[in-house]
């Protein structure tokens, strides 16, 4: 059965923790379509979080059409998210690993790498908007 | 538990207040709680939270206002008002001679819808012999037993008043597992006073700041956080400038960071250029809010806070 976890000092709100943990494990193939996600009795107590919380997840879950209530048997996986393009990934990745080596060789800190990321991705909704 | 937004609310107080000779412990509360819900409770010592729950629950008789559970005004001291509440109160108060079976037989004998299997099973899971003497027993099983009475009792509404300040950071845990257990077979509602704000924010979805007998800030937490947002600004900023109401700032030498309660329309107003605009985490509205000077808190009304467009209260700390 699958687990959640909830971490307390993330700054990002439990229930979307949850709705992130169940599309990342979508991605990654830990969770299949037709599994059932555990019940919200029992995600409250393992957890220790309010209920409504885990109910709030698991409908947003079905607004996004990732997972469905059966009555009386409880919440399923019913959608699936296609990971990326393998091609486009492994570009992605390479042309993502030529860079952190430059930032290395520049010498910057693990922070300082994170820090830069943050900012530029800030930048770029910026110029969307 | 799905709530129904026409059902009729777990706990409502209106203009409620009370007064201790010539000081008002608490005053002009109007709040209310649906069922299902867990609420937490938030001020520091002496704001009024143990005033307001024993006026909700009826231990208490109010000065002005009234309080009521699911729909019924609570009254002092009547057996119907008692029914349907469960309530921890901060001393763990128990029989000190009674054996513990006695004091589930108690309880037993005076709460009509008493589970049993509850009750001995709590006590069994902690080791608690229900032979021994409550006065044997240590501080943290003396809550243990109080708190095990309270979810036995099987009321709708559960109130605890620091209900978990004498345990160690496993039993707390274990406790609040099985109120999060109830709740979600039950739909128990939970108002819950706790001065550890980081445990809260994972158990509650409805949040009442009080502070100097006033309510600071009352409602969905989801609601309150959406509401609220950090601004980064230039230290020139005057606080009329930002687009809402300033909650907190603190100033630095070029930039001030202000937590402000967004007027919804003029939401636009966070784009500028200058400013970096942010979500705010629960601790962090908590902290702002206890953080305010009383009189700040005072001369504002919370329910037209969001409405009202300004003049913004000067909440600077420097």
């Known amino acids: 059965m699958f687990r959640f976890h909830v ?18 494990s979508l991605l990654l193939g830990y969770l299949q379509e037709g599994d059932r996600l555990p019940t919200v009795k029992d995600v409250a107590s393992d957890l220790v979080i309010n209920p409504n919380t885990v109910v709030k997840a698991y ?67 910026k110029e969307k908007v | ?80 008002t008692l029914a349907r509440v469960s309530f921890v109160a901060q001393d763990h108060p128990l029989y000190r001679d009674f054996s513990v079976a006695d004091m589930l037989h108690l309880g037993r ?7 049993q ?64 257990a109830a709740t979600a077979d039950t739909g128990l509602t939970v108002l819950i006073a706790s001065h550890v704000v980081s445990e809260l924010e994972r158990l509650c979805d409805w949040l009442i700041v009080l502070t100097a007998g006033h309510v600071q800030l009352a409602g969905p937490v989801d609601d309150l956080l959406a509401a609220h947002r950090l601004l980064t600004v230039p230290r020139a900023t005057q606080d009329a400038e930002l687009p809402g109401h300033c909650i907190h700032r603190s100033d630095s030498d ?22 970096q605009a942010d979500p705010v985490g629960f601790e962090q509205l908590v902290l702002a809010y206890l953080q305010r000077p009383p009189a700040a808190a005072a001369q504002d009304d919370p329910a037209q806070a969001a409405a009202r467009p300004g003049p913004t209260t000067k909440a600077v700390t420097r």
């Not at chain 2, 620091?162 to 345990?167: G, I, K």
């Open chain 2, 254 to 275: 070029r930039h001030s960071t202000a937590l402000v309660r967004a007027d919804p329309a003029r939401m636009a107003a966070l784009d500028h250029p200058g400013w």
């Open chain 2, 109 to 115: 004998v005076m709460n009509p819808s008493w589970d």
């Open chain 2, 1 to 80: 538990m799905t709530r129904d937004a026409a059902a009729v609310a777990a706990v409502q107080t209106t203009r409620l207040g009370r007064r201790y000779g010539q000081v008002w412990g608490l005053r002009d509360c109007t709040l209310e709680v649906p069922a299902g819900a867990i609420a937490g409770l938030v001020g520091p010592n002496g704001a009024g939270k143990t005033t307001l729950l024993q006026m909700i629950i009826g231990l208490l008789k109010p000065t002005e206002g009234q309080a009521s559970v699911f729909g019924q005004t609570s009254r002092a001291h009547t057996a119907a």
């Open chain 1, 59 to 125: 409908r947003q879950l079905e607004h996004e059409g990732l997972a469905g209530g059966r009555p009386g048997q409880g919440t399923f996986i019913t959608g699936s998210l296609s990971p990326d393009p393998p091609e486009a990934h492994r570009a992605l990745r390479a042309s993502l690993e030529r860079w952190l080596r430059d930032a290395d060789a520049a010498g910057l800190s693990d922070e300082a790498v994170s820090a830069l990321i943050a900012v530029a991705r800030h930048d770029m909704k």
């Open chain 1, 7 to 24: 971490d307390g000092s993330s700054g990002v709100p439990p229930y979307l923790q949850l709705v992130h943990q169940v599309r990342q």
């Open chain 2, 117 to 180: 299997g509850l009750a001995l099973a709590r006590m069994n899971a902690l080791g608690i012999p229900p032979k021994r003497k409550v006065k044997s027993l240590s501080g943290g099983q003396q809550a243990q037993v109080s708190l095990t009475m309270a979810l036995a009792k099987r009321a709708p509404l559960l109130v605890l008043d620091e209900p978990v300040s004498s345990l160690d950071p496993i039993a707390r845990l274990e406790f609040m597992r099985d109120v999060m």
